[in-house]
């Protein structure tokens, strides 16, 4: 025979799971965000990396058509969160986000060859990809720089 609960019982779980969920709630959107931005995060890497490659190989020689590829391989790698590179300044719906630049200088460890450097800082604190939520540290700043020899 099967005991039936306690009338003084009755609704505890419920009561229980509106007590657990907020926490369970905070943790699923904080893991969300947080990998979010890490996505992000290897995007502007990955950018950086590519777009210093496109500049080093450009059959271009002069600066504005190295300037180009470079920055068309940084768009591609940041397209898909809305992000682009225009005119020194990294854009997200009409509002500067961040800079980005590519310098063509000599190489750091050998002066007798050019080397191509992007750099990318992206103000992740004031234009964040999501909401903030409460208790879920995110950078202020996201910064990267890719070096390519120039060929």
């Not at 058509?65 to 300044?89: E, N, T």
């Amino acid at each position: 025979m099967t005991r039936r609960p306690r009338r003084s019982e009755r609704g505890a779980a419920a009561v229980e799971f509106a007590l657990v969920v907020p926490f369970l709630l905070l943790i699923l959107f904080g893991v969300i965000s947080y990998g979010y931005m890490l996505s992000f995060r290897q995007a502007l890497s990955q950018g950086a990396a590519e777009g210093a490659r496109a500049a080093a190989v450009s059959t271009s020689s002069d600066s504005a058509g190295r300037s180009a590829a470079a920055l068309s391989a940084l768009d591609d790698a940041l397209d898909l969160y809305g992000v682009s590179c225009s005119g020194g300044s990294l854009v997200k719906g009409g509002t500067t986000v961040g800079t980005c630049s590519l310098t063509v200088a000599a190489c750091e460890n050998d002066a007798t060859a050019q080397c191509a450097t992007l750099a990318v800082d992206y103000r992740y604190g004031d234009h964040p990809l999501l909401p903030d939520l409460p208790l879920v540290p995110l950078p202020d700043e996201l910064s990267y720089s890719a070096v390519a020899r120039v060929s």
